[in-house]
Each structure stands twice: as C-alpha cells, then as structure tokens.
C-alpha cells in the first residue's frame, strides 16, 4: 500500500521561509515521479510542481517559480519542497503526490496533506 | 495556458439517480491526457479515471468517462451516499491544470 505522509507545515510571516517533507512508502521511490499540489481554503486545487525519478528535471508552476525548490533524497524515501519568500497567497494545504508513469502523467497517490498559513 | 471549465457548478441528485458532469477545455486535450478526481472533505483527492476513460485500482464500474478533443464527461450510474463530494477534472502533462470543480450533494 503506498503511504505519503506530509509534515513540515505551520504559521510563518511574510516573507519568511519553510521547508515541507513528504516520507514515501508501499511503491519503489527512486522510479516515481513526484509533484507537490496546493489547495488554499475553500477553493480548487493548483499544481505547484514536479520532479522526474531521477531528479534530474523539476517544472514548477508561474506562481511559484523562483521561489520555491523541489528536491528529493532517494536514500530517505523523501520529498521536499523549500518556499521561501512566501506570500499570504501560497496559504493552503499543500499535498504531496506520486506519479506512478513519468512526470507528465496523473497523479496516482496522494497524502493527507499539511496546512501553510502565512500571516503576520 | 489551458483553461477547463467545469458544469455545473453544483449537482443535487438524490442516491440511486445518475450524475452526469462536464468538463470542457479552452484548446484540445492531447493524448487525451484527462484525468478525474474525488474530494471529500477533509480529505486529499482520490484519482478515479485517467486517459479520459480508464478507471483507477480499486474504483467501482458505475464511474465511467468519456469524451475527447475539448469535452470530456463524467457519469455516476447510480449514486451511492459516499459518492457526494467535489469532482475535478485535470489535463495533466509536465504542466498540469485543474477545473474548478463540480460539487454533487444531496438533494
């Protein structure tokens, strides 16, 4: 059973940074591609971005490009997702989500999902 | 940029009735690269269809999709009570993008 725990969240002031994390489990890592997807209260789900198996390609969404990092340790099973300069506007639910073909495909499995609030 | 608009914006059906949702692209879907999903809430998304047609592991047959080009649809045979909650379409590729959902409650 493939399992995706997000942790990482919280309150963080404008302009501030935070780093999300997201333990995989139940399916090989190494072989998927994984994306990250946002979800701000009561509104619909936004793309934020994606990193191949290998790591060696990421696309990210306009609104976030420049500002945030993905990345991910094979070694640990995990994948991470740096924000810095963050805007009350990136407050949401941020899911992590993997893509069992390649990096263009749907998203397969998807955890539970960690709250950003960004607030002064 | 592709923009999916999604009708209605709110079903209310009652179990047992068929739910019949729309999800229609501002240019052609390639390959068709359509993907479905149910949110309840307080939970992550679930996929149920991909490849505009193909049902996910593990996703009953009374959900089935079908479409092309620009127009794609989801129907729910017979409504089951767990099958209330939002659905969102999704063109998915190396940039991905999400209709804003259709929400199926209880009439």
């Known amino acids: 059973e493939v399992q995706l725990l997000e942790s990482g969240g919280g309150l963080v002031q404008p302009g501030g940074s935070l780093r999300l994390s997201c333990a995989a489990s139940g399916y090989p890592f190494s072989f998927s591609a994984m994306s990250w997807v946002r979800q701000a209260p009561g509104k619909g789900l936004e793309w934020v971005s994606t990193?191949?198996?290998?790591?060696?390609?990421?696309y990210y969404a306009d609104s976030v490009r420049g500002r945030f990092t993905i990345s991910r340790d094979d070694s640990k099973n995990t994948l991470y997702l740096q924000m810095n300069s963050l805007r009350a506007d990136d407050t949401a639910v941020y899911y992590c989500?993997?893509?069992?073909?390649?990096?263009?495909?749907?998203?397969?499995?998807w955890g539970q999902g960690v709250l950003v609030t960004v607030s002064s | 940029e592709i923009v999916l608009t999604q009708s209605p914006g709110t079903l209310s059906l009652s179990p047992g009735e068929r739910a019949t949702l729309s999800c229609r692209a501002s240019q052609s879907v390639s390959n068709s690269y359509l993907a479905w999903y149910q949110q309840k809430p307080g939970q992550p998304p679930r996929l149920l269809i991909y490849?505009?047609?193909n049902r996910a592991t593990g996703i009953p047959d009374r959900f089935s999709g079908s479409g092309s080009g620009t127009d794609f649809t989801l129907t729910i045979s017979r409504l089951e009570p767990e099958d209330f909650a939002i659905y969102y379409c999704?063109?998915?590729?190396?940039?991905?993008?999400f209709g804003p959902g259709t929400k199926v409650d209880i009439k």
């Open positions: 490849g505009t047609a």
């Open positions: 990193i191949s198996g290998s790591g060696a390609t990421k």
């Open positions: 989500a993997q893509l069992l073909l390649n990096p263009s495909s749907n998203f397969d499995y």
């Open positions: 999704q063109r998915y590729g190396f940039s991905p993008f």
